[in-house]
């Protein structure tokens, strides 16, 4: 692909001495939600009036004290749902309303009318500045440009006596910031500052968009710190951010905008929002988390925003969007599901606040609602470790170390064959199938014990005789022999028959389930004369007899 001067590089501020690289975000900034704007008008199917109640109810909750609620003036519906934000008191007394509006007279005026009985609200305005809007939208110069947004706020200012008892701060956004002269940004908001009367306690709110993102991120903080410095009267305006993700870089550009002097942040719950949609507050929030900072949003139950913002909006959410989709706390690689797997296991014995370092999860997936049981998933690309932490996790069954590598193999082998990822009964039944349930070539139909006393007074051990009928190879063995045990005894009798002679080389057990459920789980490892090595598992409600059925378990795996 060849621009071929279709395009050009992003023109940087002309900052020197920058001092944003140097700094770390502390606190959080104020958060203003957009959703029920920005986000709404972004939806193929808008919400309804009850819908945004329910909304709005839902932001509340997480903790936002500003909301962006509309444009009231823009039809029926917008103008209905703040009514009934006010007249059925869904507004605690520290959430503030915001509320967008074209700065024209009729506009304005139903605005503040919809505005009746409530207590403090943000009045939004805007216009477009960006050399392209100038040029194809309006088809003014800069200084007609500069005019429409002072006759806003001047429009704003007169019309404020039809509304009283209310607070009103107002916003100016000059649109299209990101393409804007930075300079000519600049001017324009510093009349906006004068023609409102700006002071320390009535500060205007600034609010610089990425209506389209067109730069990289340290270009968009240079932009912010210039226009931080320049602005004059800094202690008299609050500098918000409103990023759009057309780079795929709006979280990115809000932190290093926060670094270069922002305090206040416009965006919407999951990126939602027009063309590649608006900045994800929960990314932002949950980020300033992992790094020990309060974000004074609530997002310990992801599940259930995520469950409320898809049934609200019928959007749905992307499956790798960082901390909120489905597979985030899922790892298919086998290196990944083992590191996990250990890195879990170890906070097992640990105090809930310590430090958390779990390999390849950056936050406590319990920290935000989620759970444990995701987190690993068994597919073709999965390693020994990740069947091995299913059949633990979901089955108790705790099976040896050195025994992973062949239960890997055993479902990864499934996995492949299927092309697709395996459920977590799927993966038992395949172990059950390779271990617990084989019957040939070896099979035990009968098998008696009988427990033989030494001499009273001596140091004889206790005996045990078993006597088996066994098939091997689909041949019937009757066969009987002695041994310090049950297992030891039937190991004995089976080199009566032709099975492979074998030595135990490890065995392992223990017990599953409880009370009168709780059965024995036997692993065990036998070297063949050959020098192969297999692994048998048995499960049974008598100890001993588990161990049996893992030789005969070993004798009859085959690779």
């Known amino acids: 692909m060849n621009p071929n001067g279709k395009y050009r590089a992003f023109k940087p501020a002309p900052l020197t001495n920058r001092t944003w690289p140097t700094k770390s975000i502390k606190k959080a900034p104020v958060w203003c939600s957009v959703d029920l704007r920005d986000g709404n008008q972004a939806l193929v199917n808008p919400m309804g009036v009850d819908q945004k109640l329910e909304f709005f109810d839902l932001l509340v909750k997480i903790g936002f004290k500003e909301i962006e609620v509309g444009f009231p003036s823009s039809s029926q519906t917008e103008y209905d749902f703040l009514r009934r934000l006010i007249e059925e008191k869904h507004v605690p007394d520290d959430v503030t309303l915001q509320v967008l509006c074209q700065a024209r007279e009729h506009l304005v005026k139903k605005t503040f009318e919809a505005l009746e009985g409530c207590k403090k609200a943000i009045f939004h305005i805007y216009n477009s500045t960006s050399p392209a809007q100038r040029l194809y939208t309006f088809n003014k110069t800069k200084e007609e440009i500069k005019q429409i947004a002072v006759d806003g706020v001047r429009c704003v200012k007169n019309c404020m006596s039809v509304l009283e008892g209310t607070q009103i701060q107002l916003e100016y956004s000059p649109e299209s910031f990101s393409n804007t002269e930075i300079d000519y940004a600049v001017e324009i908001c510093r009349a906006v500052m004068d023609e409102w009367g700006a002071t320390p306690k009535n500060k205007v709110i600034l609010n610089l968009p990425t209506t389209v993102e067109c730069c990289l991120p340290n270009h968009f903080a240079d932009q912010i ?25 709006s979280v990115a550009q809000c932190e290093l905008g926060l670094l270069a002097g922002a305090e206040r942040v416009e965006g919407c719950l999951f990126g939602n929002g027009e063309r590649t949609g608006n900045l994800d507050i929960i990314t932002v929030a949950l980020n300033m988390f992992t790094q020990g900072i309060d974000p004074e949003l609530d997002f310990s139950n992801i599940p259930f925003i995520s469950k409320a913002f898809t049934r609200l909006t019928g959007m749905e959410i992307y499956p790798r969007l960082p901390y909120s989709g489905e597979l985030v706390f899922t790892a298919f690689s086998g290196s990944h599901q083992d590191a996990i797997r250990k890195g879990m296991s170890a906070r097992v014995n640990m105090k809930p606040n310590e430090l958390w370092d779990v390999p390849y999860l950056p936050i406590d997936p319990h920290d935000i609602g989620r759970h444990y049981e995701g987190i690993i998933r068994i597919n073709s690309q999965s390693g020994k470790g990740g069947a091995a932490y299913i059949l633990e996790k979901h089955f108790g069954i705790v099976a040896p170390k050195a025994m992973h590598p062949y239960i890997g193999a055993v479902v990864k082998e499934k996995a492949d064959s299927l092309q697709r990822e395996l459920t977590y009964e799927e993966v038992y039944g395949i172990f059950a199938e390779k271990w617990l349930n084989t019957k040939t070539p070896l099979d035990v139909k009968e098998i008696t014990e009988r427990h033989i006393e030494g001499e009273r007074g001596s140091n004889e051990d206790e005996k045990v005789e078993a006597d088996a009928t066994v098939i091997w190879q689909n041949v019937t063995y009757k066969v009987s022999a002695h041994g310090n045990g049950p297992l030891d005894a039937f190991v004995a009798a089976l080199k009566q028959t032709p099975a492979p002679k074998f030595n135990i080389v490890s065995f392992h057990e223990h017990s599953i389930g409880g009370g009168s459920d709780t059965k024995a789980m036997a692993y065990v490892c036998i070297a063949k004369e050959n020098g192969e090595e ?15 059925a893992a030789v005969v378990s070993a004798l009859n795996f085959i690779k």
């Open 225 to 249: 710190e210039y226009f931080c410095r320049k602005i004059g009267s800094r202690d008299s305006c609050i500098i918000s951010l409103h990023n759009h993700n057309d780079r795929g870089e």
């Open 534 to 548: 297999a692994w048998g598992v048995g499960k049974s409600s008598n100890v001993g007899r588990a161990g049996i």
